[in-house]
């Protein structure tokens, strides 16, 4: 029997297992996917102690993923080392290998809808975690990233890192409209729209021809991707750059190919 698991705090609403068991299942592995709740302070203790028990890959989510790019016994792989911050653990032959698959999930979520990042003018509201991850993967892929934040510091002071892969400028939230126009893709990646219906970008700031996507996932369609839509933009939602973070975690632990539309369909079954 695989095990495959999550730390974090709190882990019990996490979605993983049940998109994670589906591929399982699929594929006829006999494999089990755990929650485990970590406390601050006791990260490294449980990754030592999940090496020792033999468990086969984790998953790290909040508060720990910065704590976990930080320690010495991970060797950061790609471009976790850049952003740091940490969501995939290897247990490898030559030891404990640290990923970032949020970024790689974000970037592939939007070449599932045959959105090409090169050469693109992308706008980001935010300036989080989820934010740090988005903007150095599309910026390391060719895309021109423009960080606009409400503490607008944060905006200024993540652009200056991202500048190291790519080309990154930092705005206030308050140049929204002139930003937008001058963009091809809009990301959301801000809580902002999470269990409510509200949206930091007036629908009248939106275009058919504009790609819109937002990291908020419950609900699937939130209050900016139903003004994207119903202006004809293209939009894509939350749940899929969780899928395509799964998917790849799967691909690190396995060496196999995800099916990526049975994590979809689980995904959005538990989500509904
Ligand atoms: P995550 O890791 O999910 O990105 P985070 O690190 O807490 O979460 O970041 C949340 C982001 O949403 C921040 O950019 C935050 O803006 P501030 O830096 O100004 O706090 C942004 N955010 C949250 N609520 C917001 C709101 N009501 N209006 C504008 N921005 C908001």
Redesign the pocket.
């Known amino acids: 029997m695989d095990v495959y698991g999550l730390i974090g705090y709190p882990v019990k609403h996490s979605l993983s297992p049940s998109m994670h068991e589906a591929v399982y299942e699929e594929l006829g592995m006999e494999a089990k996917f755990c929650l485990f709740p970590v406390e601050k302070g006791r990260v490294e203790e449980a990754i030592e102690g999940a090496q020792a028990l033999g468990i086969d890959g984790l998953n790290v989510t909040?508060p720990h993923k910065k704590t976990v790019a930080n320690l010495d016994i991970v060797t950061l792989q790609g471009i976790a080392e850049k952003i740091g911050a940490v969501n995939v653990l290897d247990f490898t032959e030559n030891g404990i290998e640290g990923y970032n698959t949020d970024a790689l999930g974000a970037l592939k979520a939007l070449k599932s809808r045959d959105v090409e990042v090169k050469g693109k003018e992308v706008l980001l509201?935010?300036?989080?975690?989820?934010?740090?991850a988005i903007s150095f993967q599309l910026a390391s892929e060719g895309g021109r990233i423009k960080i606009a934040?409400?503490?607008e510091e944060?905006?200024y002071k993540l652009a200056e890192k991202v500048s190291n892969v790519g080309k990154a400028e930092g705005y206030p939230?308050e140049n929204l409209e002139e930003l937008i126009d001058k963009s091809d893709i809009l990301i959301n990646?801000?809580?902002?729209g999470m269990e409510e219906d509200?949206s930091?970008v007036p629908k009248e700031f939106l275009r058919s021809d504009l790609m819109v996507f937002d990291?908020v996932y419950t609900p699937l369609e939130t209050r900016l991707l139903k003004d994207a839509r119903s202006v004809g933009a293209k939009t894509v939602d939350g749940a899929w750059m969780l899928v395509y973070q799964g998917a790849e975690a799967f691909e690190i632990w396995t060496g196999e190919e995800a099916p990526v539309n049975r994590m979809n369909k689980a995904l959005r079954e538990k989500l509904r």
């Open positions: 909040i509201i935010g300036a989080g975690g989820a934010s740090t934040n409400r503490t944060k905006a939230l990646a801000t809580s902002v509200r930091l990291v």
